[in-house]
C-alpha cells in the first residue's frame, strides 16, 4: 500500500515557475510507477506527466512538455514535478498516483493510490 500526500502548490503569476512534491509512505513506493495528473474546475481529471519506477523513463502530456521535468528519489520516497513557463490554463489541482501498469500510466483508472491534491492557480 502507498500513502501519497501533496505540497508545493500555490498562486504564481504567469511565465513563473513552481515544482510540485509528492510524499510517499509504504514500502510498494520503489516499485510503483508514478503519475501526475491536474484536474481544472468543470473538467475531467487529465494525465500531466509520469515516471517509471526507476526513474529511467518519462512521459510528458503534449501540453507540458518541453517546460515539465518529473523526478523521484526512491531514497526518499519523493516524486517531483518541475513545472515552468506556467500558464493561466495551467491553473488546476494536482494528484499524484501510483501505478503498477507502465502502459496504462496516461490513464486514472490505472492507478490504485491518490493524494488528496495541490491547488495551482496562474494569474497573467
Known amino acids: 500500500q502507498v500513502q501519497l500526500v501533496e505540497s508545493g502548490g500555490g498562486l504564481v503569476q504567469a511565465g513563473g515557475s513552481l515544482r510540485l512534491s509528492c510524499a510517499a509512505s509504504?514500502?510498494?513506493?520503489?516499485?510503483?510507477?508514478m503519475g501526475w495528473f491536474r484536474q481544472a474546475p468543470g473538467k475531467e481529471r487529465e494525465f500531466v506527466a509520469a515516471?517509471?519506477?526507476?526513474?529511467?523513463?518519462?512521459d510528458f502530456a503534449d501540453s507540458v512538455t518541453g517546460r515539465s521535468t518529473i523526478s523521484r528519489d526512491n531514497a526518499k520516497n519523493t516524486v517531483s514535478l518541475q513545472m515552468n513557463s506556467l500558464k493561466p490554463e495551467d491553473t488546476a489541482v494536482y494528484y499524484c498516483?501510483?501505478?503498477?501498469?507502465?502502459?496504462?500510466?496516461?490513464?486514472?483508472?490505472?492507478?490504485?493510490?491518490w493524494g488528496q491534491g495541490t491547488q495551482v492557480t496562474v494569474f497573467s
Open positions: 498516483g501510483a501505478t503498477s501498469t507502465w502502459s496504462g500510466r496516461q490513464r486514472q483508472a490505472w492507478y490504485s493510490y
Open positions: 509504504g514500502r510498494a513506493f520503489s516499485s510503483s510507477n
Open positions: 515516471i517509471n519506477w526507476s526513474g529511467s523513463i518519462t
